[in-house]
């Protein structure tokens, strides 16, 4: 019985974690650079590497960036658009970002990047999010 | 049980501490009752559309024609929590426009990130300069927390609603509509941009922001764009709220409030230090590297008024100093409660001299003042004339009267309108055609706690004694604003 419930659980679950998608479409203020986007789960929100992550090439035209073949779960995405192109995250003088960054949910942080509770979201089968890139 | 002597004594003891003495009642009521003073901080609920004002006094002064705006907080309080401090309210920006003897008042909140979260959440979230804020709030950068509510520059077309810990928010001067923040250089997005931009005799203006001891020097053209930023390092990480200016240099005064630790509400970083002394940077504006320092006896302050150097090296520029931040950090918490006694001690007007030896002084007035103005025809000029709010005393925390103080002569020139009026910062207007420092108006309006409204006063700069020329009354009464500036 048991290998027999293993088969079961791995043929109902597996095939079909394995099939959620997300689709991020970044609305951006500007059309150079590039928008860098991560893609975290909960282990690895906070300080550790994100699980995906793309480049969107917004000076040639690109928008939305797709992640397939996701264990269905919770994820979330920190995202900054490299509006010069430097392939970094500028600052003030003062060390504030003067590149527009986002986070999924549109979430905004506490004097801080969003925390892991307000980015958030499920993934289960096909899932769409506009992030406000600004 | 016989009572003994000794429970008799503890029985006593406690029934004196529990009846209330006459003195305990009178504070106690003045703890629960709203203050006299409290519409000062009370809160508005909307915009005001564009209304008539009504000539009550005097006559309209012919060829004053202009637009007054003001900002200032006007609403601290939603039903899931409060701003405890009276730098913490939303911006509202006020115009009074003075047209052919007939003045207008309108005014709208400035529509920031701030306002729209706590609107939504109905909850004042965002922390500020003494409001602790909660976990609610949401800030991504520093102008989500920029309460755009301190003063206003006019550049063209626009006005900037300013704050001194982000970027000034444009709002058209015709509507009041917010638009955007200003970002003077896309590398210097979010830096700060202070409340009290100095103008230059050449006509271009001087700003700074400050983040511990490094401070940025903004230089700008009339039309507010960028002509030049540099950063700078401070000799010390003070508070500090506004800086002055002479025709040729950047004034920086240290206040022994300096950054002691990390934290949030702003205030709660700095530690009041009498010991340190108040430090006087001087910048040449030319090469920001050249820099004299000079010692000055401990004063806490807010507001300076233009500085001017002159042919000996001599420079010299007033302050509205006080002898420590009890106001700052209690006092005006207390007045956004409304009620109780605030403490904290008046400012008063004095005047600091930077020798060309090295050697600094501060002359005191002996007036109490805020606010300190000057003619805007000699900004970094010598001058002799500060036009200030006046009468501000224990008990009564907030001014009620205007007065010019005559530095050349050493007298103070004051009208008071009593406690029942409740005076603001004060513009100074020359009279079109003129160029001596008493040919002006000075332009301000009161609360008139009395009939519960707002009322806008012209004086003539060359007789305060002799209290307003024309004063017109709205009705409706707006919360006392901070800062404002004319539009001629």
């Given at each position: 019985m048991i290998p027999f419930a293993l088969a079961a659980a791995l043929a109902l679950c597996a095939p079909a974690a394995q099939t959620s998608s997300i689709t991020l479409t970044f609305d951006t203020d500007v059309d150079t650079g590039a928008i860098m986007v991560a893609l975290y789960d909960q282990a690895t929100y906070t300080g550790g590497q994100p699980v995906r992550a793309v480049r969107i090439d917004v000076a040639a035209g690109e928008r939305a960036a797709i992640f397939e073949g996701l264990p269905t779960g919770d994820y979330a995405v920190k995202a900054f658009h490299d509006v010069n192109g430097n392939g970094r995250m500028d600052a003030n003088p003062?060390?504030?970002?003067?590149e527009p960054y986002a986070f999924s949910n549109n979430a905004v942080g506490n004097m801080g990047p969003a925390g892991w509770d307000r980015a958030r979201f499920s993934v289960d089968g096909a899932t769409a999010q506009t992030i406000r890139i600004r | 049980m016989t009572p003994s002597r000794r429970h008799f004594l503890m029985g006593a003891a406690a029934l004196s501490a529990a009846v209330a003495t006459p003195e305990k009642v009178r504070a106690a009521i003045a703890r629960e009752v709203a203050a006299p003073w409290a519409l000062a901080t009370a809160d508005l609920e909307g915009d005001i559309a564009p209304r008539a004002l009504r000539l009550i006094h005097g006559r309209a002064p012919s060829g004053l024609e202009g637009v007054l705006f003001r900002n200032g907080p006007g609403k601290f309080r939603r039903p899931g929590g409060n701003a405890t401090h009276w730098f913490d309210g939303d911006g509202l920006m006020r115009s009074f426009t003075l047209s052919d003897g007939d003045v207008t008042l309108a005014a709208r909140f400035a529509d920031t990130p701030k306002r729209r979260t706590e609107t939504e959440l109905d909850a004042v979230v965002t922390p500020g300069f003494g409001t602790p804020g909660d976990s609610r709030a949401r800030i991504g950068s520093n102008d989500d927390a920029n309460a755009a509510n301190t003063a206003v520059m006019v550049t063209g077309d626009k006005v900037w609603a300013l704050w001194e810990g982000g970027s000034p928010l444009a709002m058209d001067a015709a509507t009041l509509a917010t638009e955007t923040f200003v970002t003077l250089r896309p590398d210097l997005k979010g830096m700060p941009f202070q409340a009290h931009p100095r103008f230059a005799p050449d006509g271009t203006i001087w700003n700074v922001g400050t983040n511990g001891d490094q401070v940025i020097v903004w230089h700008l053209q009339a039309s507010g764009a960028l002509i030049d930023a540099r950063v700078l390092t401070l000799p010390r990480a003070s508070y500090l709220h506004d800086f002055t200016a002479t025709d040729r240099h950047l004034i920086f005064v240290l206040q022994p409030w300096v950054f002691d630790r990390a934290g949030m509400p702003f205030s709660t970083q700095f530690s009041w230090k009498p010991e340190l002394g108040t430090q006087v940077l001087v910048v040449d504006k030319t090469d920001l590297t050249r820099t004299r320092l000079y010692e000055l006896e401990t004063f806490s302050f807010f507001h300076l008024g233009d500085a001017w150097a002159e042919v000996d090296g001599t420079i010299r520029f007033d302050v509205a100093a006080n002898v420590d931040n009890t106001f700052a950090v209690e006092g005006a918490r207390v007045l956004v409660a409304g009620r109780g006694v605030v403490p904290g001690e008046p400012s008063m007007l004095k005047l600091v001299t930077l020798h060309p030896n090295g050697r600094a002084d501060l002359t005191s007035s002996g007036v109490t003042a805020e606010f300190p103005k000057g003619d805007p025809r000699r900004a970094g000029l010598e001058r002799s004339l500060t036009v200030h709010v006046a009468g501000e005393r224990g008990g009564r925390p907030l001014p009620n009267g205007l007065a010019v103080q005559d530095w050349k002569t050493g007298r103070s020139h004051a009208f008071s309108f009593g406690d029942d009026q409740i005076m603001e910062e004060a513009v100074f207007v020359p009279k079109p055609g003129t160029s001596a420092e008493r040919d002006a108006w000075l332009v301000a309006p009161s609360i008139n706690l009395a009939e519960g409204v707002t009322e806008l006063h012209v004086f003539d700069a060359a007789a305060v004694e002799g209290g307003p020329v024309a004063t017109w009354r709205a009705d409706v009464a707006l919360p006392a604003g901070f800062h404002g500036a004319w539009k001629g």
């Open positions: 003062f060390g504030m970002p003067t | -």
